[in-house]
Antibody, heavy 121, light 112 residues
């Protein structure tokens, strides 16, 4: 069965970076795009960007341009999302989500359990 | 970017009764292939979102047939034919036509 397992909660100071991992299993890793979506406490969902595990190609939301980097390790079927220059507004739960549409129709059929990132001095 | 607007913000429902949520987009989500690029998700308390509907009206695998999506262009709706207790949570629409992908603000469904 398809599973996306994310790394554990993080606490970071303002200005630091955080790297969250998402390990995929139960399907062919290279065939489906993986996206990152975040949710600030009590608020809605915000799309951050996506990665094509096949070739590592990425597309990021302009809101995070220059601060977010998504990478993948095909040997472990893991994708990573690194966010730099953290500020308090980046406190959120970060989700990875699988897109089975081939990066064309964009819908997310499986989600990771979420990783809480807290930014506090 | 495409702005998504949902209504109502909160929806008290009675089990066994129907319910409907509206979603509007700031520009048409109709793709040249004839599909509307609009998805619906349900986020139960303490859980990640789950996919209910994709491409406007296609139910995701395992989703009960009491859920249906309709609409086209800029106006969409999600209907629950008979609400059950497990349907409580926050419902989000998301436009999938262009990046950045954007979500509506959410509709909280709760039992009366």
């Amino acid at each position: 069965q398809v599973q996306l397992v994310q790394s554990g909660a993080e606490v970071k100071k303002p200005g630091a970076s955080v790297k969250v991992s998402c390990k995929a299993s139960g399907y062919t890793f290279s065939t489906d795009y993986l996206h990152w979506v975040r949710q600030a406490p009590g608020l809605g969902l915000e799309w951050m960007g996506m990665i094509n595990p096949s070739d590592g190609g990425t597309s990021y939301a302009q809101n995070f341009h220059g601060r977010v980097t998504m990478t993948r390790d095909t040997s472990t079927s893991t994708v990573y999302m690194e966010l730099s220059s953290l500020r308090s507004e980046d406190t959120a739960v970060y989700y990875c989500a699988r897109d089975p549409s081939g990066g064309e129709e964009f819908y997310f059929d499986f989600w990771g359990q979420g990783t809480l990132v807290t930014v506090s001095s | 970017e495409i702005v998504m607007t949902q209504s109502p913000l909160a929806l008290p429902v009675t089990p066994g009764e129907p319910a409907s949520i509206s979603c509007r987009s700031s520009q048409s989500l109709l793709h040249g292939n004839g599909n509307d690029y609009l998805d619906w998700y349900l986020q139960r308390p303490g859980q990640p979102p789950q996919l209910l509907i994709y491409l406007g009206s296609y139910r995701a695998s395992g989703v009960p047939d009491r859920f249906s999506g309709s609409g086209s262009g800029t106006n969409f709706s999600l209907k629950i034919s008979r609400v059950e207790a497990e349907d409580v949570g926050v419902y989000y629409c998301m436009q999938a036509l262009q990046t950045p992908l954007t979500f509506g603000g959410g509709t909280k469904v709760e039992i009366k």
